[in-house]
Every structure is written in C-alpha cells, then in structure tokens.
C-alpha cells in the first residue's frame, strides 16, 4: 500500500498534531451571531456556519453544546447574522471569550448593538452586513448509529439584509469590498478574503443538441 496518504479512521483518532478536518473544509465563513434574552444582549462567533438555500434564503450554524445563542433563539425564535471584516476581526475575538451566562459581548467587546427593523434581535452597527433571521429549525444531529450528539444545527429565514452602501457597485455587491474574514484550522488560524486572490471561471454550457439531418 502507498504511504503517499495519512489514513486514517475519526474514531480512532487522527495521529496529528491538530484534527485536519477544520483545516482542510477551510476557510469557512463565520456565524457571527447576535441574539437578545431576558437579561441581555450575547453576540458569538460560530465557525460552523453557511447558507443552505437562496429561496428562501436560509441560513444556519452549529452549535457545539447548548450554549446561551442556542438557548436565545429557542427562547425568541429570533437571531441575526453579522458579516465579521478584517477590521473586526480583533472585536469577533473577544466575542469568544468563554463568559458567564448573560454578560454581554457587545460591551465586552466595544461593539454597538441596533435593534433591528423586524426582529427585536440586535446586529452589530460596525458591522457592514447583517442578515435578521427567524428561526425554523432545530436538528440536534446524530451519529451514524443514530446516537444524539452534543451538536444541534440551528437554522433561520433571512428576512431582513441591512448592506452598507460602501460594498455595492453599480447594484452589484462586492464580496471583497469589506475584506471579509473566514475561519481556518488550528487554533486560531484565519483568512482575509482580498480582491487579490480573485479568478473568474465560467461554468460550462450545456452541449448544443445535434442539428437535424
């Protein structure tokens, strides 16, 4: 057998200095999630996050134990999505200081919290896009055995996108235009997204069908 591959099997543990799997489905975009409870606001990032569908826009995160961002949406069903930019991610950060339940992680972090026009979840203000979502599902996911796992997908409609004018042009937004930053493997590798390291690719057309005799 070639030795040119590190095999290996997650159950019985990866042989490596650090678990591959967070470096390799990488860089992955950042849930920055802001929710709104009884005693506060709480603002975290999630590195397992996505959108999962553009009609309707749905979007989610994974959450690793039930956490108070969990905790929020079940108690609101309400949550909002804040774009994390090179110039926050500093801020971000801070957000992921493990805290006591109720503190608050804007003011930790210096961060300003705006209501928002259609959920009462707040966004971040220095943030220059915002997605406010209400939640619609819940999956707690299972192993391949159908054992629960410690992890729960959350999931929410977008219905509502706050988008700083700075980042369209010509009606067109730019993804590179906040220097949005996405989230690596080890322990705190990340990844700014410049118009630098941009390639356009075409996707192919479908084959022409044969003309008529």
């Not at 470096?23 to 959108?51: E, K």
């Not at 009462?120 to 707690?140: D, G, N």
């Not at 410690?150 to 706050?162: F, P, R």
């Amino acid at each position: 057998m070639s030795d040119r591959f590190h095999f290996y099997e997650p159950e019985h543990g990866h042989g490596l200095k650090h678990n591959p799997l967070n470096a390799i489905v990488a860089p992955r975009p950042i849930g920055w999630i802001s929710t709104r409870a009884a005693s506060g606001f709480n603002l975290a990032p999630y590195s397992f996050f996505n959108l999962f569908s553009g009609e309707p826009p749905i979007i989610g995160f994974a959450s690793s134990g039930e956490k108070d961002t969990l905790l929020n949406v079940r108690e609101t069903g309400e949550f909002c999505w804040n774009l994390v930019t090179r110039e926050l991610a500093t801020a971000m950060n801070a957000t992921s200081a493990p805290v006591a339940r109720g503190a608050d992680e804007f003011a930790l972090s210096g961060l300003t919290p705006v209501a928002g026009r259609i959920v009462a979840a707040p966004r971040v203000l220095e943030s220059p896009v915002a997605f406010e979502c209400r939640h619609t599902q819940t999956i707690r996911l299972l192993d391949r055995h159908g054992a629960e796992t410690d992890t729960w997908l959350v999931l929410g409609e977008v219905v509502a996108v706050h988008i700083d004018r700075a980042c369209l042009r010509d009606g067109v937004y730019d993804t590179t235009a906040a220097l949005p930053v996405a989230r690596g493997g080890g322990r705190g590798d990340y990844f700014e997204i410049s118009p630098q390291t941009r390639f356009d690719m075409s996707r192919p057309r479908p084959a022409s069908p044969p003309a008529s005799p």
